[in-house]
Each structure stands twice: as C-alpha cells, then as structure tokens.
C-alpha cells in the first residue's frame, strides 16, 4: 500500500545534497531483526545509513539525492521479510492499538486452550499413575491436540508470521526458535499420540504460547510507554493548513501543499503549523512544548513564530518562511531522532553480542539434543531440552538493554529542552568531572538588561520608552526591550554625543549621558550598587534617573553551581571579558578558579591542559562564537535561542533561559550510564545462568518461556526507572 503513495512528500532533503525518511516497520522483534534490516539495506546503492530503532520499531534512512527513490527502500523492507510504511504519529498510534488488540486476542485463546488441555492432561498424568486404559489415554490425547492444534494456528501467529518473514529473506529472528520449539513439541505429541504413547505434551506447547504472549504483550505495553515518554513531536505537527489566496478566500490545504512565501490563517487554539512572521492579527502564543518559555508570548504584526506553537487568542495570519522539514520543530524532532537512535560504545558492544547470539544459540540446542542423546535419553526427552534451550536463550534482553534507556534518557533531557547533537554525548557527558562556564551569554543572559527597575517610576516608563524608541543605541534599546516597544516619540531633536531630547507640554524630556541630564547624585548611587553597569539618565523637570544597564545572571545560575559543586565537580569560568567584569560574576556564584581576559586560542589552550591531566570537562559557551573551545572540551554545551538552534557548534544545546539543564543534564547522563550497565550485567548475568540450567535439563519449556519474557521486561522496567518525575520536574532519583 505505501508502495502507491506519493512518498516525496516524507522525504526530508537535509544539506550536501543528502535525502531522508522515516519508517515505521512492523516485525521488528529483537537484535536480530535489526541488523538484518541495516545490513540489507547498506547493500543499497546510493543509501549512505540505515539505522534501526528497537525500541521505537523505527527506521531511518538517508540516501544521496537522486541515487535512488523512496519507494526502493520500502520495496528492499519487504524483499527483508519487513513491511515498513512512512512514520505518521497517528498511524503508528493505530498500528500499535491494533497490534496490542491482536495480542490480547491470542494470548485470549490461548489461555482458554491450555485450561482446557490441563483438565485433559490431569486425568491422563493420574492415570498413567494407576490404571488408566491405553485407548482412554489415546482419546484423551487426540482431545488435546483437537483443541491444541488449531489455538496453536491461530494463538502462535505473531511468531509464525515473523519467524516465516525471516526464513524467506534467508535470515533468522527470535521467533524462530520459538516458533521451532513450538512445531517440534506439537509435532513429538502427535507421533506419540499416533504410536500410543503415554507422554504427549499439548498441554506444554499451549501453555507455552500462552507465556510467550503474556511476555509479547506486556513487552508492546512497555515498549509502547517508552515510547509515549520520548515525547511525541510528530504529534505536534500539523497536517493541514489554512492558505489565503490572493482573492481572499481561505482553502484547506494538506501541509505537504504549502510553499515558502504562501500566507496562512492561524486561528485561535490551533496551532501554528510553520515557521514565518506575523503579518496581521494579534494574540499570544504558548510555545513551551517547542522553546521551553513558559508565559504565553504576545505576538503581533512584525513577530516570528514557530510551528507547533499554540495560539490562545486572536486570529494569525503568517507569512511562510519555512513548513515541513526545515522548521524549527522538525530540527528539534530530529534531534530527538538522532539521540534515540545513537551507536554509543555500549550500543555497539551490545549490538555485537547479540549479532553472534543468534548462531549461538542453535548451535547450543542441537549440540544439546545430540549430547543427551549419546548419553542414552530418549530422543522426546532430549527434544524437549533442546527446545527448552531454544527458547530461554532468546537475544531480547541483550537487544533492548541500551535502546531502551537511550528512550527514556532522551525523554528526561527533551522534557528540560535539552537536547543532543552528538550521538555519543550522552555517554559522554556521564564521564565528565570539570565543569567550565564561560560568562557572557552563558552564566549571564546575551541581552543587557534593567539592573534597578525599582528606580524607574510606574509612570514615567511609557515616556521613557518613547523616547528611547527614537534612538538606535545600544542601551536605548535594551530600555525599549525592558520597558516594552513604544511608539517612538515625535519632535526629538538628538544632541550628538550626549542624548535625545523633546519637549511635551512646555516641559522638557531627556535621554542620555549622566552629565546631559544632570543626574550626577543618582549616578553615584547606582554604581555603588552595579559598579560593573553602564548608565543612561533622564529627567523629566525636577525628576531625574540613572538607569543601570548590564547583563543579569541567568535564572537558577547559583543554584546550577551549588549543585554541580555538591555532586563533587570540578567549577571553572574560563572567559574573553575583562577581569573587573568577569569578578563580580564569580563571586556571587562563589566560583574560585577564574581566567579572565582569554583569547579563543589560550582558552583551548586551556582546555587541552586540563585534558592532559585526565580531566573530563563539560565546556558551556556560546554556540556561535565559541566554537575553538567547545570542539576541544570532551563535551560541549549551549545556552541557545530557537532561531539559532541548527547553527550551534556544541554537543548538546538548550533552549530557555534558566542554567539549571546543565545540572539536569549530567544528572541525566550519569543516571542513563548506570541504567545500561545495569541492563547490560543483567542480560550476560540472565544467560550464563539460564543456558547451563536449560542444557542440563532442570527446566521446562514453559519455566523458559517465563524466564525469556521476564528478561526483556526486566530490562525495559529498568530502563523506565530513568524517566522523568512527575510533579517536581528534577531528574531521576
């Protein structure tokens, strides 16, 4: 079906000439699965990377532009044994439904037949111990497989249809020796019913589909709420939008449909559905879930806004800049995409184990069968080991160890706007010891700011921003961002070197120099209170003011170092300011190691310094002009406005103003590394026990269903342990 779509509509065109898509693939079960999907689809032509979610069950491939169409990488899923379709949030949310529906129907069956088989069963195991006749036995036995076969036909489906998907592309998943464990202990008990034999084991194989799908359902619960915590921005994205045409009428349009340039509606409680600037119409906008800013934005005439923001009031219209691929929303949705799906070390290493697993573990149950049977077991009794080692050796756990926490550790970093442009930078930021700050733009906010508004009178503020309205000075303008965007005043006459002025009412108005207003008094007070400040007076007749302007700290910059420093880092500000500017900074956020006055080469000098020593530094700079310093730190980190967000240079950037995600994200990533260690001793630990056990025959085929089911549960639980809390909004405990 998606083969006869239009699928360049879900082709996302990056730069260099590279071409995108994601999918979402159905019978991804395990590890093996998923190299069988990237190692098929590497022998593409033209495909540069195909990586596989497990978690997500998603696929994203990247091609050369023009080397090849969509429609060949679908076509090449399905020639794999995997039929994959464009990623739509609502499609994989009905798909997932559907799935859990069918599952809970087998499962259903499944339960019904084994309560059945038992009672059967019991009358035989009693009878075997008295004296039950061989005839009753046998019609016992054909009751059994009566009602075993069929439930095992229709129950057994989700592995039969995946292990036989495998076995034509010539490959192999965890279904197959589920699904040959399942066959052989059905067809044993039919050749021991057809011979008269006293053991049959309908009962086991029944009930060993019904564990199997309890494990497979919960298993799609899990996998499903991982996913549900990874914070779904497709959801975001709107599907179609309201175009304008030049005549004035409003037509309905596919977002696909939308071109750069075009002039759409936006209506109250809607939400934006591209990137553009305001033409018409006032309201205020909710952007939380795209910037992280909190209060409603106003927005009118001349504002930019971003897709996925929601409108609260009035009626938009917006001008289209970007739509699709290329907003802001679809960077930050590929960002998550990219932490997500990310080879670190321990991803690789798992991959590699559980890519040499699969051979293993067939290897492992024919050697079995054939050992007990040199030893003199009979060849049922021998069987039922060899399935038993089939099933408990299931590569799940090994598979989902890793993917399953990188889902939730992306959740918790998007949840405080953080978000990773390196695939290992998770891992990385785990490993670090010393964290370097630098000042401007990233312990204090980028734009100068009011330092005593209180010395501003509620009712002089509209004349002073009219005022400074009129003039393009930096700190006239930074008294127009604090004050609000009023009207610029009429009749200013600007005095060169000194300030504006203009009479209202007789009265005369000034901005400018603290000499030019006569200020010199408020002066004096005001830098004994922001020496480091600079100034810009006004009087209005007898009032006069010394405005302080400066750059303030960022929310939560104090409590940020307090608790980097009572986790046991190491705290540095390495920064290019003066060090009269640079002092009064680290003081008040009690930092002791300072440089101030750094060119960009002695501050990756020193960086490299503390590198030779063994340290593990987190470099928190500007992203666009810190770039030498962030490349030469272990890991990198950025304050970032949305507008630049493709542009930073750092391994990880946030978004807002607040500094405490630096904290959250260490937090987070050393919290991640301990999930998948854990996941990791977990699953080696599962298989040096359960293999031995099974191959000596101290479990059943069903003890093995429930220990394999158990693994993968295990490990996504744990792995879940790292998600967000609820109601505080700190990282994990």
């Known amino acids: 079906m998606a083969a006869m779509q239009d699928l360049s509509v879900f082709v996302r065109h990056g730069p260099e000439g590279t071409a995108g898509m994601e999918l979402a693939v159905d019978g991804i079960r395990c590890a093996g699965c998923m190299h069988a999907i990237e190692d098929g689809l590497q022998r593409e032509a033209g495909l540069l990377t195909a990586r596989v979610n497990l978690a997500l069950k998603r696929v994203t491939v990247e091609w050369r532009e023009g080397a090849l169409k969509p429609e060949t990488v679908i076509e090449r899923l399905a020639s794999l044994g995997f039929k994959a379709y464009p990623f739509l949030p609502g499609g994989q949310e009905d798909a997932d439904a559907r799935e859990e529906r069918r599952l809970l129907r087998c499962l259903g069956v499944a339960g019904f037949s084994a309560m059945n088989i038992m009672l059967l069963s019991v009358s035989v ?6 004296d039950i006749e061989p005839s009753t036995r046998d019609l016992f036995h054909w009751l059994s497989a009566l009602i075993a076969l069929p439930t095992a036909a229709y129950a057994g489906r989700p592995f039969f249809e995946s292990a036989m998907r495998a076995l034509r592309a010539s490959g192999v998943n965890m279904d197959v020796p589920i699904t040959l464990g399942v066959v052989l202990a059905l067809g044993m008990s039919v050749v021991e019913t057809w011979h008269h034999g006293q053991h049959a084991y ?18 799609q619960l899990m996998r499903r709420r991982s996913r549900d915590l990874a914070g779904n921005l497709a959801a975001l994205k709107a599907e179609t939008a309201t175009r304008l045409d030049a005549d004035g009428s409003a037509v309905s349009l596919p977002i696909a449909a939308i071109r750069a340039g075009d002039l759409v509606m936006v209506a109250p409680g809607e939400r934006v559905c591209v990137d553009g600037l305001v033409e018409d119409g006032r309201s205020a906008l909710d952007q939380s879930l795209v910037t992280g800013e909190t209060p409603a934005l106003p927005v009118a005439r001349g504002a930019r806004v971003y897709a996925g923001t929601l409108n609260l009031s009035g009626a938009l219209r917006v001008r289209v800049e970007r739509v699709g691929a290329g907003t802001l929303l679809d960077e930050i949705d590929r960002l998550m995409a990219q932490a997500v799906e ?8 798992s991959d590699r184990a559980a890519r040499l697993y699969a051979p293993m573990v067939h290897a492992t149950a024919l050697a079995s069968f054939l050992g007990w049977l040199a030893l003199g077991l009979a060849w049922q009794q021998a069987l039922v080991i060899a399935i038993t080692v089939l099933i408990i050796t299931c590569p799940c756990a090994l598979g989902l160890a890793i993917p399953a926490v990188q889902v939730v550790a992306a959740s918790a970093l998007f949840q405080r706007r953080v978000m990773l442009k390196q695939g290992d930078a998770l891992e990385r930021l785990a490993e670090v010891d010393t964290v370097v700050f630098d000042k401007t733009g990233t312990l204090t906010l980028p734009e100068a700011e009011i330092l005593n508004p209180e010395a501003l ?9 009219s005022l400074a309205a009129a003039s393009r000075h930096p700190l006239a303008q930074a008294l127009v961002r604090a004050l609000g965007s009023g009207r610029p005043a009429g009749g200013v006459v600007e005095v060169s070197g000194q300030g504006l002025a203009v009479t209202v009412e007789g009265a005369e108005r000034r901005l400018g120099s603290v000499s030019f207003c006569g200020a010199e008094h408020e002066a004096e007070a005001a830098l004994a209170a922001y020496p480091n400040a600079s100034l810009i007076a006004y009087r209005d007749g007898q009032t006069r003011i010394a405005i302080a302007i400066g750059q303030k700290l960022r929310p939560q910059a104090l409590e940020t170092i307090d608790r980097l420093r009572a986790e046991g880092l190491r705290v540095a500000i390495f920064s290019g300011d003066r060090p009269d500017a640079v002092g009064p900074v680290a003081t008040a956020l009690g930092v002791e190691t300072v440089r101030a006055g750094l060119l960009p080469g002695e501050k990756l000098a020193l960086l490299e310094e503390l590198a030779a020593k063994g340290r593990k530094v987190l470099m928190v700079g500007d992203g666009l002009n810190d770039a030498p310093a962030l490349a030469g730190a272990h890991v990198s980190m950025s304050p970032i406005s949305a507008t630049h967000l493709a542009q930073a240079a750092a391994d990880v950037v946030f978004m807002g103003d607040g500094l405490l995600p630096v ?25 040096l026990v359960a293999v031995p056990v099974a191959v000596a025959g101290l479990v059943t085929p069903l003890v093995a269903a429930a220990a394999m089911s158990g693994s993968s549960l295990v490990v996504t639980l744990n792995a879940l342990r790292g998600r967000p809390a609820r109601s505080t909004g700190e990282e994990p405990a």
């Open 342 to 349: 990310s080879r670190s070390r321990y991803v690789r290493l």
């Open 457 to 465: 009178p509620p009712e002089q503020r509209a004349a002073i921003a």
């Open 125 to 130: 195991w009693s009878g075997n111990a008295s």
């Open 202 to 219: 309908f009962d086991g194989a029944v009930m060993l589909l019904f564990f199997l799908l309890i494990g497979r359902y919960l298993d």
């Open 663 to 687: 904290a959250q994200a260490l937090a987070i990533g050393r919290r991640a590394r301990r999930l998948m260690v854990q996941n990791l001793w977990f699953a080696v630990l599962y298989n």
